[in-house]
């Protein structure tokens, strides 16, 4: 036996991931503006801005902070006009908040929805500091009347054929819970341009495509919003024309850093036998989680949950892996304190919402003591030749 034969033995070629077809260039170009957060920062309890995911439907709009007003109005006994200055005076908050934008997972259907094609990376957790939004909506005092308020951003552009403002909105309830922001910085500095300067809302609990940023205007209004981001998306249907059901809430899950190292372009990965230590990280939008199970080639054991970051964050969970030689499939799956567990497979809808369904990780382990660096198959395919070292 060859050397070479021997690499192929330790690190097969790796398997096709489930996708339904090639990206469409419309797919790489959003892939391209909207980045994930690498999973392997499920190590940090607060998540660096800058690996933090994003998600802009339009272009990232212009916005001087000087001129910058809130309006409040519509349907309340005094309209307001506010500064940035003056809510910055106003009461402040900080609070951990997780936000998962309602496509993450998407791409991992089949068919696969077109929209930006997320895996599983459209997460992060990050400490928003802000004004609470009811004691103000008090001081405009909301008429009896009013049954939500409209929440809109300044950018602009088009989705489904129409023209709009990026808007969202909720009800009257919902917008007096004590932890809905209007936050003006993102782990103690002003947010950046990409996530809402100068201010944006965030409703923790709620998928991200609520937390509307670049906001400007808060409108109270007395029939339900029909607004494209709220009529016509984010709902989970069956097809192009099915009303739907809103997304609302984050669905339970569990991710985990991938173990091990990675090749570079399969992203497979491979473990030294022995002791392993999995970790990751727990979180929903309608209950504490309750526990975190991890699963190693279908067997199912407990993890060790981490101390509470609040009530909106994620909470960190541990599993001590003995990995044995050879092909292994790990897996983590959450349940929160409402009885809600992750499904093995999701069914499938339109926009490719919600898809919480496990994440299970190939993972090669070769013996510990392993004398030489293990060559990949791939390395000797010109694909892979080419693509070495970007
Ligand atoms: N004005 C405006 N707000 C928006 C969006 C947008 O495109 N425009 N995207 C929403 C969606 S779908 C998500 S998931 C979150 C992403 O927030 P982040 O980019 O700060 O992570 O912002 C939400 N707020
Ligand atoms: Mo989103």
């Known amino acids: 036996m060859t050397s070479t034969e021997d690499a192929v033995e330790v690190w097969p070629a790796p398997p096709n991931p489930p996708t339904d077809g090639p990206l469409t260039f419309e797919e790489l170009q959003l892939a391209g503006r909207n980045r994930g957060m690498p999973l392997e920062a499920l190590r940090y309890d607060v998540t660096p801005t800058g690996l933090h995911y994003l998600l802009v439907h339009f272009d990232i709009p212009a916005v001087d902070a000087v001129s910058w007003r809130l309006r409040v109005d519509g349907l309340v006994e005094h309209p307001l006009e506010l500064s940035l200055d003056d809510l910055r005076s106003r009461p402040r908050t900080t609070l951990p908040v997780t936000l998962e934008c309602a496509g993450n997972g998407r791409a991992r259907l089949q068919p696969r929805p077109l929209s930006n094609p997320w895996l599983l990376e459209a997460i992060g957790t990050a400490e928003w500091t802000g004004t609470s939004l009811g004691p103000l909506l008090d001081e405009a005092g909301i008429r009896d009347e009013a049954v939500e308020l409209v929440f809109t951003g300044a950018d602009h552009g088009v989705q489904g054929g129409m023209e709009q403002d990026y808007q969202r909105s909720l009800s009257i309830a919902e917008v007096h819970r004590p932890e809905v922001l209007l936050a003006d910085e993102m782990n103690g500095a002003p947010l950046q341009p990409q996530h809402g300067f100068p201010l944006r809302l965030v409703v923790p609990g709620w998928y991200g495509m609520t937390s509307v940023k670049w906001l400007h205007r808060i409108e109270a209004v007395a029939e339900p919003f029909e607004g494209y981001q709220q009529a016509r998306t984010y709902r989970y249907k069956t097809d192009a024309d099915d009303p739907g059901i809103p997304v609302s809430h984050i669905r339970v899950r569990a991710l985990m850093t991938p173990p091990g190292i990675p090749d570079f372009f399969t992203r497979r990965r491979l473990v030294d036998a022995g002791r392993v230590t999995l970790h990751g990280r727990a979180w929903g939008g309608r209950a504490p989680i309750r526990r975190v199970e991890v699963g190693v080639d279908g067997s199912w054991s407990e993890a060790t949950l981490a101390a ?58 070769r013996a510990s003591t392993s004398p030489a660096p293990t060559r990949m198959p791939s390395a000797r395919s010109s694909a892979g030749a080419s693509r070495t070292g970007r």
């Open 308 to 365: 509470s970051m609040g009530d909106w964050a994620w909470r960190g969970w541990t599993f001590a892996w003995d990995a044995t030689l050879g092909e292994h499939e790990v897996a983590c799956r959450a349940t929160d304190a409402d009885g809600d567990a992750q499904p093995l497979e999701a069914p499938w809808n339109y926009g490719g919402m919600g898809n919480n369904s496990v994440q299970a990780i190939r993972v090669t382990v």
